[in-house]
């Protein structure tokens, strides 16, 4: 593979991907990609971004993602393509149904079980379902808060066992289920549960009988470990930074665990830019150490992940920083150079949806429901 070097190389030790990886037998495969000659010609970053960018996400668009895939490839997709333009096609019959209509319309896929309970409907994770690792939900309410940040309305309809639900469903069986005492993960709950319920401290009593507020969730989030969350804490972050930015959209004041948050997201960020490697990718160790794995799948991984986080944290002024610039750069030509090859689906869409967050602030209109810093 080539390398286009822009600052300067640094060859370190290897490092281990901190997501579950999807197995082997069920990687992202190529489809029929054209890539047009000015985005395959190396020129120096930041020229010519915004059409590496551009290219990068229709790549990813035009991969094939099969029904045969497991459940946890196909959210994986429409995370990093978005619900109204990821497609996927039966092997067989060569017929394209979009992904989050196949899901609501009830059609089968390996490692999906939804579970009604009484307050909603579950979705079955690898928490309590061990036996589908890999397969089916990697993480607690993923999937759910993965379509929120889509803007998946309360109303959307899906067929289960031969009734009719909402996503609201899903959403209150998220709420109900989070506990501080339970040794949960919250990342993923912070997000559904600010989205459609807000980030006031109104309290609610949980499933357990247990008696909590928002407040009392992002805290538990706060103080639990960064660096030894999946992904190199990159999805506490995502989801402590989304709860954040829209405590401030609602309204709400920069104190009491909202400044902690605060801080803790400053922290972070001047730690993924100072541990950045010189041809713009993140460190392959994530937060912890500067690392550069030479492997293209964990750069895209980490580096990936790392952007996806920051196009939400980082302020207008932040993301046309030249250091960012290099850094969506370098990870839009990994992608475009592993056209030809199978990507683990987990760091191919984490950072498609990282290159989407970035274009749609830096040169689109970003949606309604993103909750982003606010303007100087």
Request: with cysteine.
């Amino acid at each position: 593979m080539r390398r286009y070097l822009f600052l300067g190389l640094a060859l370190m030790s290897l490092t281990s991907i901190g997501c579950p990886p999807a197995p082997k037998d069920d990687p992202v495969k190529p489809g029929r990609v054209k890539i047009t000659d000015k985005a395959d010609t190396p020129i120096e970053a930041p020229d010519g971004v915004r059409t590496r960018i551009e290219d990068a996400l229709k790549q990813v668009r035009d991969r094939d993602l099969l029904t045969t895939h497991a459940f946890w490839t196909v959210f994986h997709g429409i995370l990093g393509t978005g619900p109204d333009k990821t497609m996927l096609t039966d092997p067989k019959t060569k017929k394209r149904v979009r992904a989050i209509d196949y899901i609501c319309a009830g059609g089968e896929i390996r490692g999906m079980q939804f579970a009604p309970t009484q307050h909603g409907l579950d979705v079955i994770d690898v928490r309590t379902r061990p036996d589908l690792q890999f397969v089916a939900q990697g993480h607690q309410d993923q999937f759910i808060a993965e379509m929120a940040q889509w803007g998946i309305k309360k109303d959307r309809k899906f067929r289960v066992a031969g009734r009719d639900y909402t996503f609201d469903d899903f959403v209150r069986q998220s709420r109900m289920r989070a506990s501080v005492k339970q040794q949960q993960e919250l990342s993923w709950a912070i997000i559904i549960v600010a989205q459609f319920y807000g980030t006031g401290p109104e309290p609610w009593v949980n499933s357990f009988g247990e008696t909590l507020n928002y407040h009392d969730v992002v805290r538990y989030e706060l103080n639990a470990s960064i660096d030894e969350a999946a992904c190199g804490g990159t999805h506490r972050l995502f989801g402590l930074t989304w709860a954040y930015h829209l405590h401030l959209k609602n309204g709400g004041k920069k104190e009491g665990v909202w400044k902690d948050v605060e801080a803790r997201i400053d922290e972070y960020k001047e730690k993924a830019l100072k541990m950045q490697n010189g041809d713009g990718v993140f460190s392959t160790d994530y937060f912890k150490t500067r690392d550069f794995n030479p492997d293209p799948q964990s750069r895209i991984s980490t580096t990936g992940h790392i952007v996806e986080w920051l196009a939400l944290a980082m302020t207008d002024e932040e993301l046309r920083d030249r250091r960012m610039q290099y850094a969506v750069n370098a990870l839009a030509m990994l992608i475009l150079d592993a056209r030809e090859q199978n990507v683990e689906s987990g760091a191919l869409y984490h950072a498609a949806h990282g290159l989407h967050l970035y274009h749609e602030r830096v040169f689109g209109t970003p949606a309604a429901y993103l909750p982003l810093p606010p303007r100087k």
